[in-house]
Each structure stands twice: as C-alpha cells, then as structure tokens.
C-alpha cells in the first residue's frame, strides 16, 4: 500500500487566490514528520514546511500552512495569495519515528503539479 | 559556500559502462541519500548511509552501488548501465539529533544521466 498518496490531478489556481495540495499518509506509527517539497522547472528541491504529529498547532511559514488532520490522515498544504512563482511540483513526503532516536528516511508522494495562472 | 553539490549535472553515456555520480556536502551532516526521480513514480529512495562506513539499502537499489569513506561524500556508481536508470538523480544530507525527527533533507541540484 501507498504510504503518501497525492492524487489530484494537475492543479491550477487564479494568482492571488489561495489554494490547496491534498496529501494523504499511511502509517501505523505513533510518531512521525509530514514535509512538503516544492520543485520549480528548474529542478531543485525546495523543504517548505514541517509537521510532527504530536504538533498540537498546524504550521505555518509566511505564505504555507498546512492542515492537518491527524485521524484522517491528511496533511493537506495551502498556498496562500499565489503567486506566479508558485508554478511548480509539489511533494508531501513522511518520515516514520526511528526507534534509535535518530533521523530516518522519507517517504514521497507522486506530486501534484500546480500551475499559477496571471 | 556551504551546500550540497551533485556532479555532473549532466551525463550521457551507453549501457554496459560504469558510471559515477558524486556528490558532496559541507554541513558535516550525518545523513545522506540518494534518490532518483521518475515521471509518474515521484522520487524513489536508492541507499542511503547515517554515518562514514554505513550504508544501507532504500527501496530501488538493484544494480547500484555506493560508498561512504568520508562523512562528506557520498558516490553513487552504476556498475554496468542499463536503459532503465535514465532518470534524474538526486543526492540529500541531513542532520541526525536524537528525539528529533524535524530535520528536513536538503538536496543537490539533481544529476540527469541518459542511457543510450
């Protein structure tokens, strides 16, 4: 089974409109990490914004803020007042909790690609 | 300057020969991955190593290879290419601290090899 399912299709938002990624997780893990990856044409990978999941508040980072909800699973990134520069490749990935304490591998989503639009 | 650099950026070369990408890192991260990204599959792990002398395998690693003789370099070896490893190749590093998961992965720029 997938564990990060990004199944929307190619997304497009109106500039200045805000907008939202859908990202679905599967875990039978307590503790883990949620992140978003934007990828512009360009080809770098850009970290946007982290969620723990015993983060009692939803985080945000200026424009990004994610919505995350615990017992559905989701951890949903909105994009506030786009911008054109939003056009990009969108990756929610997780990280399940090491037992060592330490850091361990992500896992990726498909993407969703996001198309701002003047 | 501090950072993570993948070279080549680009390569080209014929199936059966050996090929090496390089990457290094200047944050002295403990962690450190390889990845390759392909349309419809996202970005799928290869190896990655927590430390000098360890690696281990992700979830694509048949018909490569990687070591890590130095915390700051992290090679990636295709033994004898084939067709199917054209893709785009991306190297990451993070930090390791305990009872914290936060640490995001920082990436290269991404090497697109091309197996004719």
């Known amino acids: 089974a997938q564990k990060i399912t990004q199944t929307q299709p190619g997304m497009f938002v109106q500039e200045k409109e805000a907008v939202t990624l859908d990202c679905t997780y599967d875990t039978s893990d307590p503790s883990y990490g949620l992140f978003w990856y934007k990828q512009p044409s360009s080809g770098e990978m850009i970290f946007l914004i982290y969620?723990?999941?015993?983060?009692?508040q939803n985080a945000t980072e200026g424009r990004y803020s994610l919505n995350f909800q615990k017992a559905r699973k989701s951890a949903n990134l909105v994009i506030s007042a786009s911008q054109l520069g939003d056009s990009a490749m969108y990756f929610c990935?997780?990280?399940?909790?090491?037992?060592?304490?330490?850091?361990?591998?992500?896992?990726f989503g498909k993407g969703i690609t996001l198309s701002v639009r003047p | 300057d501090a950072g993570i650099t993948q070279s080549p950026r680009y390569k080209i070369t014929e199936t059966g020969r050996q090929v090496t990408l390089m990457c290094h890192q200047t944050w002295s991260h403990s962690y450190m991955f390889w990845y390759r990204q392909d349309l419809g599959h996202g970005l799928r792990l290869i190896y990655y190593?927590?430390?000098?002398?360890?690696?281990d395998k992700g979830e694509v690693p048949d018909g490569y290879v990687v070591s890590r003789s130095k915390t700051e370099n992290f090679p990636l070896t295709l033994e004898s290419a084939t067709r199917s490893q054209t893709s785009v190749y991306f190297c990451?590093?993070?930090?390791?601290?305990?009872?914290?998961?936060?640490?995001?992965?920082?990436f290269g720029d991404g090497t697109r090899l091309s197996i004719l």
């Open positions: 190593s927590a430390a000098a002398d360890i690696t």
């Open positions: 969620q723990g999941s015993y983060d009692q």
């Open positions: 990451a590093s993070s930090e390791s601290r305990i009872q914290d998961d936060s640490q995001p992965q920082h």
């Open positions: 990935a997780m990280r399940e909790a090491s037992y060592t304490g330490a850091n361990s591998k992500l896992t």
